[in-house]
């Protein structure tokens, strides 16, 4: 029964995409690249890159926001070790 809503919302998002190819269905965000982690699956850290821009990070949000993305999904690294 849990998944119900979630099937309704995946079901919704694949007619909009089908009914709409001018916007994104998906956007991936990375705030932060760097990561005191290391692990084997994961190519989206580097110990050296600076954080975005909290100010640029809300404004490509607000541009993914403007085209209508679907879906937006974030990740990144943990904070380095004191």
């Keep these: 029964m849990r998944s119900l809503p ?6 919704r998002m ?3 995409a089908l009914k709409s190819r001018r916007h994104p ?6 705030p932060i690249r760097r990561c005191n982690l290391a692990c084997a ?7 050296v890159s600076s954080p975005v821009p909290t100010s ?3 404004r490509r949000i607000d541009l993914l926001d403007a085209l ?7 990740s990144g690294g943990s904070s380095p070790s004191a």
């Excluded at 209508?68 to 974030?74: D, L, N, R, V």
Aim: proline residues 0%.
């Design 6 to 11: 979630r099937s309704f919302r995946y079901a």
């Design 14 to 16: 694949v007619a909009r």
């Design 25 to 30: 269905i998906l956007a991936h965000i990375i």
């Design 41 to 47: 699956y994961c190519n989206e850290y580097d110990k």
């Design 56 to 58: 640029e990070m809300v």
């Design 68 to 74: 209508g993305t679907e879906i937006i999904t974030f």
